[in-house]
């Protein structure tokens, strides 16, 4: 099965998760801020446990104890009888029973190298490495119980992608009035003036529900280069 990302956990707050995420292989998996690939990494975790580098314990776990302590953890239990790889009704429609927000900074693109325009360069050769796209994801979950089981330094790989839905978004609501507090919310991470800026979107004409309803969200925990305000300022 061809692996399309490295994940690496750097950090954990919380509800907050910081990894480090390196596209690998297909071209057209981006390093997107997406709520159902966030969710993928996350169930790539309890489906493919004995993957994981760094267990907490410092010993990696055999196969079947692997998936039995995967099946244990709490997003274990929710994500169990599902199927990520196929089920994409199911983790589109429950996706924000388990990610809040999710954003994605610090992209770096390297360009293409073609192999046949130097002949020290090879896929095989250690002192040439490949160079893919990396990224930082902010991932904040619902309940801090999605990511107990997992620690800094954790890594794997993942043969999700992204399912969201496409978030239209018309220029013409891109005022003034918008665009000021927007990158005032962006520069400042005053994610508490969120609804204030639905509002100002809605009197722009804006009326896409996923945007309006995710800013407005009085439960939800915002990130860092938050999709939804990416997609106001046209990061995307």
Not at 16 to 31: A, D, P, S, W, Y
Not at 65 to 82: C, F, I, K, M
Not at 171 to 185: E, F, H, K, N, Y
Request: aromatic share 12%; glycine share 4%; proline share 6%.
């Amino acid at each position: 099965m061809a692996m399309f990302y490295h994940v690496r956990v750097q950090s954990i707050n919380d509800k907050h998760l910081t990894c480090h995420v390196t596209k690998r292989q297909e071209e057209h998996l981006g390093l997107v801020p997406s709520r159902t690939l966030a969710l993928g990494f996350l169930w790539d975790t309890t489906d493919w446990f004995w993957w994981i580098r760094h267990q907490p314990n410092g010993q990696a776990l055999e196969r079947d104890a692997a998936q039995v302590a995967a099946w244990s953890t709490p997003l274990g239990q929710e994500l169990r009888d599902h199927d990520v790889y196929s089920d994409d009704v199911w983790i589109r429609a429950n996706v924000q029973r388990f990610i809040s927000c999710v954003g994605v900074v610090d992209r770096l693109n390297y360009p293409e190298r073609d192999p046949d325009e130097d002949e020290d360069f090879a896929d095989e050769d250690e002192d040439f490495p490949p160079e893919y796209p990396e990224a930082t994801y902010h991932i904040a979950v619902t309940d801090a119980r999605w990511i107990e089981h997992l620690a800094p330094g954790m890594e794997w790989e993942s043969c999700v992608w992204d399912r969201d839905r496409p978030v239209a978004f018309d220029p013409d609501w891109r005022t003034s009035t918008v665009m000021q507090l927007a990158r005032g919310i962006y520069d400042d991470r005053t994610f508490d003036v969120l609804p204030i800026l639905a509002d100002a979107l809605q009197d722009a004409g804006c009326d896409n529900d996923d945007i309006l309803n995710h800013f407005r969200d009085p439960n939800a925990t915002h990130v860092r280069g938050c999709w939804a305000l990416d997609r106001v300022l046209g990061k995307d």
